[in-house]
Structure formats: structure tokens, C-alpha cells
């Protein structure tokens, strides 16, 4: 059993930030989904692929793209299945101007392979990929040009600190980015913040209901909680 929301309630100085105006939204929570590569988690990646998303599709740089996969009996390579990834996020893709999805590509096992031959392989990389998706009718939401060679061994590498500033700088881009949110959420969206951190997966409708009531004067009418 949980304590009753104990630990959720809502501080009284956030509260009167809120009042007064002051309340600045400082944090952009975002939910990061790591696909299994695997064959056999195929037929999952439909379940949370999403339209607005960010998609970093990553192979190992060891090896040359038009090299067969040993997984793959039909003798599939590393350009097949990157083409089959990026076709299956874009089926998703609406027909508007939004910057979303975007799609990103990394290498991995830098840290196994010399200097001269990381770089080599990563204009190979590039000029292969530019191939691919130039031409591509939504090229558009596709980086194409540009292959993160990461060392996932090293927690403070370079390459993923670009990596992670590419992240963002797209996220500055999103239509959403900026967009105005009712006062009256705010209180919730904290509550709900802090249930996510202290590891709650699921909530219920009546527990939201409940929530909202605690917010006192900042809660919203019942009719707008469906809303929210």
C-alpha cells in the first residue's frame, strides 16, 4: 500500500508563486523509450512510436551498412533495416508543416576503432545515408547528413554531448514549444511530476479527480478534467 499521496501535496510557496504570477516553468519533462533492436521486438515498436517524437536509429559503426546481418537469415543488411525503421516512424508522419518526427542517426563502438578509422567510416556513413534518404519524399524529418559516432563506455563523451544538444535544439523547435497552458493545470502537473519520480507507473482517473480537489482555489471545474 502507498501513503495516501503523502509527499504529493502541493507547497504552499508554489502555490503563491502560482498567485502572484511569478510561477515559470523551468523543466521540460520528456519520456524516452528505448526500442529493443532485437527481431524479435519488431512487432512492439508500433505500440509507442508517435508522431511528435524525436528518433535516434542507432547501428554499430564496427561494421560497413551493406554488411549482411547475422539475425537476419533473408540475408538483410544494416541499410535494409535502417530504411525499414525509418518507413515505419514516417507511416505516422502527418501531412502538415510540423518539424516532428525527426529522425537521427549514431554509430556505436567508436571506442574500439583508431582515429584515422572512425572518421573514414563516419564520411562513409554519411555519404551512404545521404544516399538512402536524399531523396526520400518526407527527407524533411530526416538527418541525414549527420552520424553521431558514439562510446557508449564513456558517460562524458563528446559525440553524446552533441548528441544531446541536437535533442534539445530540436525540441526549441517543436510548434508545442512555448504554447500557453491553463493556470489552473499547473498544480496538477506538478502533483503528477512528482508521482512519476517517486515511481508511479499508472493513474487513475479518480486519483486526477481527487488531486484537483486538494488544489483548493486553483482547482479546475469536473467537466475540464477530462479535458486536461
Not at 148 to 158: E, L, Q, R
Not at 163 to 184: C, E, H, Y
Request: charged share 25%; net charge negative.
Amino acid at each position: 500500500m502507498h501513503p495516501k499521496h503523502k509527499a504529493l501535496t502541493i507547497q504552499s510557496d508554489i502555490l503563491e508563486e502560482i498567485r502572484t504570477g511569478e510561477y515559470k516553468i523551468r523543466i521540460a519533462p520528456s519520456d524516452l523509450v528505448d526500442f529493443g533492436g532485437q527481431r524479435c521486438f519488431d512487432m512492439t515498436h508500433q505500440l509507442f512510436i508517435q508522431h511528435k517524437g524525436t528518433f535516434v536509429l542507432m547501428f554499430d559503426g564496427r561494421y560497413e551498412l551493406h554488411k549482411p546481418l547475422d539475425e537476419y537469415p533473408q540475408g538483410e543488411t544494416g541499410k535494409d533495416i535502417l530504411v525499414h525503421w525509418v518507413n515505419s516512424i514516417l507511416v505516422y508522419c502527418k501531412e502538415d508543416d510540423d518539424l516532428l518526427p525527426m529522425i537521427m542517426f549514431a554509430a556505436t563502438h567508436s571506442d574500439l576503432l583508431e582515429m584515422d578509422e572512425m572518421l573514414a567510416k563516419e564520411r562513409t556513413f554519411k555519404l551512404e545515408l545521404s544516399k538512402l534518404f536524399s531523396t526520400h519524399v518526407k527527407n524533411r524529418h530526416i538527418l541525414y547528413d549527420k552520424v553521431f559516432f558514439i562510446n557508449a563506455t564513456n558517460s562524458k563523451d563528446p559525440q553524446i554531448e552533441h548528441l544531446k544538444d541536437k535533442l534539445v535544439d530540436i525540441a526549441f523547435q517543436q510548434s508545442t514549444w512555448g504554447q500557453r497552458m491553463p493556470i489552473s493545470w499547473v498544480p496538477l502537473e506538478l502533483q503528477i511530476s512528482e508521482m512519476r519520480t517517486n515511481n508511479f507507473s499508472v493513474i487513475q482517473k479518480e486519483t486526477i479527480q481527487e488531486l484537483n480537489r486538494l488544489s483548493d482555489e486553483f482547482s479546475m471545474p469536473e467537466d475540464l478534467i477530462d479535458n486536461f
